[in-house]
């Protein structure tokens, strides 16, 4: 599992499309810490509002389009390794369980990497490391990789998750979103399966995020198990 989880680590790094993806969040955390204080002329918020606007700009891109830059990193991590013919060789050496933790695991820290890299530079304008708004961005991203895993694993050509990741990391937020506001008695009990409705409270419920992401990590395992390669 941590051989696996390394290869999916160091390999996110080598590629293009993460390099853009690092860049644009780390300018996104520098413009948004350097003139935060520019931002909030005219506009009347509370003290700890204040204090948190550093991290506006990056909550916002996160928010908006945080599972599209993990579904378009990750969305063949698993089926790529079928189509290349590779997991017929991966699943005679280590168990199943193995391959989708150290897949997971690889890719997490990536994320996790590139996270606190940007809350780090965010915190030498602000001085301050704001723990909290860290740990919700995690929970997030940790959803999203969960969920990109699955969509992997249920779809078996790289090309079809490759078109179905732009659509999903652009419609998912959209929908998360109005499903948490909506007053549509009929539909608005499915905001209890999206993430984003823990993390408008102001509390620790984003928590209960980890385990909806290690339910479809769960549901993920029983798909792959039946799989044949």
């Not at 520098?30 to 005219?42: E, H």
């Not at 993430?195 to 409270?201: F, G, I, K, R, S």
């Not at 928590?207 to 198990?225: E, K, Q, R, S, Y």
Request: proline share 2%; charged share 10%.
């Amino acid at each position: 599992m941590i051989a696996i989880g390394k290869r999916e680590f160091i390999s996110m790094f080598k590629s293009i499309k993460s390099i853009l993806i690092i860049a644009i969040l780390l300018t996104t955390s520098y413009y948004s810490a350097k003139y935060s204080q520019v931002l909030t002329t005219g506009i009347s918020m509370t003290e700890k509002e204040m204090s948190d606007i550093h991290t506006g700009g990056l909550l916002l891109l996160l928010l908006l389009f945080g599972q599209l830059f993990v579904m378009g990193l990750s969305h063949d991590s698993i089926n790529k390794e079928s189509h290349e013919r590779t997991m017929r060789f991966l699943v005679t050496r280590t168990s199943r369980l193995r391959i989708i933790l150290g897949k997971f695991a690889g890719t997490w820290l990536f994320w996790f990497t590139c996270i606190l890299i940007s809350f780090l530079l965010i915190g030498m304008f602000s001085l301050k490391f704001n723990f909290f708004i860290f740990s919700q961005v995690i929970a997030l991203s940790t959803f999203q990789i969960a969920l990109t895993i699955l969509l992997s694993i249920m779809i078996p050509k790289p090309s079809i998750t490759m078109f179905l990741g732009i659509l999903v990391g652009l419609l998912f937020p959209i929908l998360s979103l109005w499903l948490v506001f909506t007053d549509n008695n009929w539909i608005s009990w499915l905001k209890f399966a999206s993430p984003y409705y823990y993390l408008v409270a102001d509390n620790y419920l984003f928590l209960i995020i980890f385990g909806l992401a290690g339910l479809i990590l769960a549901a993920a395992m029983a798909i792959f198990n039946r799989r044949e390669f």
